[in-house]
């Protein structure tokens, strides 16, 4: 009889046929062994003839088999009723599986990949929109179908012939110490696109890290099941141990303990021995609220001479439980190879950038033999169906020019030759204005890319007045991001406000705070501005402008507005270490992942007599945002502000109080203070403290409530030394004695997978109190989106 010394073949479930990943394997009893990869294919190669195979997998029997002179064996596992095994306690009254879990704990440090000095990898990344049948309808008549059924069966002949959407890329990684990466996408297709400006990452592979305190998961952080003091969080039970030659591999099923409030996972973790390392993960979210179902598969292999774990293997699916189309449930399927691992390459600091994803022109020429030489089995004829009608769908329908529209609305602009309209310019509301309706203009990147010429015009209906403002930029230096820009504008400004260069944007709800305020400074505006980034993380700007001030606030009862003319130069700078950017679409988009402090600082300086300026003072501005995760307590999220002005200001140059409080619209605006009026108080001093401390659902989580909890404390403190100059009647403070505020926010009470809709509470207590404690009580409505 020949002897085997090498078999391999694929591993199912009996009753399905689905192929099994992270099946162990066992030959000879213990003498060697592997593991099933996604696909559920294994290889075994042994020095020793192969006498038997022992196949297990957590939740089937356990088959063993005997090779004979057979090298490629498939194997069906049939799936056991019985449940995962309880928790064992030993004599000693420890449960056997919390040994594992410390030791491999104590151990992550050398398996994070954050703690290699460096690395470079290449992925290949396979990407399906499909949908499976849940409604299980029956079409019992098909010559009487209602309109439903008949969208229903449309709906699983065409799933039966195609996929909804396809995507695969080729991409190559590169990380150097302390947290500098690069990606660059080598090669992308699209289903039904023949130019994509975008392909597909292996982003999961690199954020969820079970080694993390708190791993991402798709936007999401959880607890990971080997944090520090997780045997008290998590319930581990040793479901089966595996030896594999010198090696064992247990394998350990985790969920969070009943009675836990927390943000967990369930799976199961195959730790090895050698090292105490995760050889394969598997992990999904275990809160019965999630929105969103997803679960990951992640496999591990050594690799180089280090024989450093590394992961090569994931695998995603995402399903929104709420979605359904025509009685079937979408799901998104995504499968990551990664290859050519090198973990001691020549890299330098020079070669990274603020850019850390970018995709090469020439990517989606890539022709179909690049693709094949990395993808780890051909397209099944599913997907090649799927490439073949929705390419040609692509072309008849022209979705390039759709896609290319749908990168224009991203950025809010509506393309039209080589002019896009401006969303933003479209409708406004707000307590000053009314509704504001209106339009704006702009060339785009078809006429250039380096000079953009655009205006815009609005009507209020409530001040019935027209506003309006053109500005023209060009890029000198595309590396340094160098720009020049030229503006005008007549518009409204808030009196006493803080504008600082590169501020963040307010995302589709916009900037909630200024449309709650009931005066403004009619503005005629005029500047030049030269900008672009200093260092990897360093943002300059430099501007000098004229303006005209006009506010209503001061405005005497029958008078008209007083003026206020200024010249001011104006130097900028925004700092934000380890801040990366993707190009996708087309645009920059910042990449979310660990959050850094943010710091802006600007200086200010008033040339009297220069331009028509009327006044000679200095101005400085500073602001610090960061965030700080614990495992425990969720996201404490600090903002610290503070500003001074020193010499002959008018009042709309130095601060207000940042208030919100505004009767007639009961909104949370994030950074102010929720129970102040906006122009409550003024200052030429001040230092403010906005924290919000966010618990998630960790203290109020139960079947039909399951909030986000947060808790808000705001503080602030100011003073006005230097003598005003212009008189006015109108009754301000300058919180000399501090001003104080906090509130409870019960966030996503209402929500979608998108958004969510909740009520907070605030409180005015402290030296400026109102002499009617219902007066210091504010009651506002929260909004949040995803993006």
């Known amino acids: 009889m020949a002897q085997v010394r090498q078999v ?66 498939n194997v069906q596992l049939q799936p056991t009723a019985a449940r995962l095994q309880e928790v064992v306690v030993l004599g000693t009254g420890e449960n056997p599986a919390h040994r594992i879990i410390r030791l491999a704990t104590q151990h992550r440090a050398r398996h994070r990949l954050q703690n290699l000095s460096s690395y470079t990898y290449r992925t290949y990344n396979k990407f399906i929109l499909t949908a499976t049948d849940v409604g299980e309808q029956e079409l019992r008549d098909t ?127 195959y730790i090895n021995s050698n090292g105490w390392a995760v050889q394969n ?43 359904s189309l025509n009685g079937h449930q979408p799901y998104a399927h995504m499968r990551t190879y990664i290859t050519n691992i090198n973990l001691n390459p020549n890299l330098r600091r020079s070669e990274f950038g603020v850019v850390a994803l970018k995709q090469q ?28 009608r929705l390419d040609s769908v692509g072309r008849e329908r022209k979705l390039d020019r759709t896609i290319r529209t749908m990168e224009y609305l991203m950025a809010r602009q509506i393309p039209i030759g080589v002019i896009s309209l401006d969303l933003r310019r479209l409708l406004r509301v707000s307590a000053f204005e009314g509704m504001r309706l209106g339009m704006g203009a702009y060339t785009n990147d078809r006429l250039s890319e380096r000079f953009k010429v655009g205006g815009y015009w609005g009507y209020a209906f409530k001040d019935r007045r027209a506003k309006y403002g053109a500005d023209a930029s060009v890029i ?61 993380y360093l943002q300059a700007s430099a501007q000098l402008r004229q303006e005209e001030r006009r506010p209503t606030l001061l405005q005497p009862e029958g008078q008209p507005v007083p003026s206020f003319n200024l010249t001011e130069a104006v130097v900028g700078l925004r700092y934000a ?28 300086r008033s040339l009297d007599g220069f331009l028509d300026g009327d006044y000679g003072y200095h101005k400085y501005d500073l602001r610090l945002r960061t965030l700080l995760r614990h495992r425990t307590f969720g996201e404490s999220s600090f903002i610290l502000s503070g500003g001074l002005v020193e010499g002959n200001a008018p009042l709309v140059t130095r601060y207000n109080g940042y208030g919100s409080n505004n009767r007639d619209y009961k909104l949370y605006t994030s950074e102010g203070f929720e129970t102040m009026y906006p122009y409550e108080f003024f200052t030429d001093r001040y230092a403010a403290l906005f924290f919000s401390q966010n618990f998630g659902k960790r203290l109020l989580n139960t079947r039909f409530f399951a909030p986000d909890l947060v808790a808000v404390t705001n503080i602030g403190i100011g003073s006005m ?67």
């Open 361 to 388: 022109p020439d990517a989606y020429r890539q022709p179909d033999s690049f693709f094949q030489a990395y993808r780890p089995d051909s397209l099944t004829q599913l997907e090649q169906r799927t490439y073949e």
């Open 281 to 323: 993960v598997l992990a999904g979210s275990a809160g019965d609220d999630d929105k969103r179902n997803i679960q990951l598969q992640q496999r591990f292999e050594r690799v180089g001479p280090q024989q450093q774990w590394f992961p090569t293997e994931l695998d995603v699916e995402l399903t929104i439980p709420q979605l």
């Open 143 to 269: 010559l009487q179908l209602t309109k439903r059924d008949s969208a229903y069966l449309k709906m699983r002949n065409l799933l039966g012939q195609q996929h909804l959407f396809l995507l695969e890329s080729i991409t190559d990684y590169a990380f150097l110490q302390p947290d500098l990466t690069r990606e660059t996408i080598l090669a992308t297709r699209v289903s039904g696109l023949q130019q994509p400006s975008f392909g597909l990452v292996a982003a999961e592979a690199r954020e969820f890290s079970v080694y993390d305190d708190l791993p991402v998961f798709f936007g999401k952080r959880y607890l990971s099941p080997l944090s520090p003091g997780s045997t008290r969080k998590y319930n581990f039970v040793l479901q089966e141990t595996v030896v594999q030659g010198q090696d064992s591999i247990f394998i350990i099923s985790f969920e969070p303990e009943q009675g836990k409030n927390f943000e967990g996972l369930k799976g199961l973790l």
């Open 476 to 536: 000198l230096y595309q590396p340094l991001e160098l720009q020049l820009k030229a503006a005008y504008f007549k518009d409204v400004l808030e009196t006493g406000g803080r504008r600082l260069a590169f501020e963040e944007g307010y995302g589709l709800l916009g900037n909630l705070r200024r449309a709650l305020l009931t005066d403004m400074d009619y503005t005629t505006h005029q500047s030049i501005n030269l900008q672009g980034r200093v260092l990897r």
């Open 721 to 787: 030394e230097e003598p005003l100059q212009e008189l006015t009647e109108v009754a301000f403070r300058s919180m000399r004695k501090g001003y104080f505020e906090s509130g409870l926010l019960l966030n996503s009470i209402i929500s979608s997978p998108f958004s969510g809709v909740g009520v907070g509470a605030f409180y005015r207590y402290g030296p400026y109190a109102l002499e009617n404690s219902r007066d210091n009580l504010r009651i506002k409505l929260t909004v949040s989106l995803l993006f």
């Open 577 to 604: 270490p380890g801040e990366k950017y993707m190009e996708q679409f087309n645009r920059l988009v910042p990449m979310a992942g660990e959050s850094k402090p943010v710091l802006w600082l600007q200086y200010t």
């Open 8 to 73: 391999q073949g694929v591993v199912r479930d009996a009753a399905t046929g689905e192929r099994l990943p992270f099946v162990s394997i066992v030959a000879n009893e213990g003498e060697t062994g592997t593991t099933t990869n996604l696909e559920g294919e294994y290889s075994l190669r042994h020095r020793q003839p192969i006498r038997s195979l022992r196949f297990s997998y957590v939740g089937y029997l356990p088959s063993i088999i005997y090779p004979d002179s057979v090298e490629s064996i």
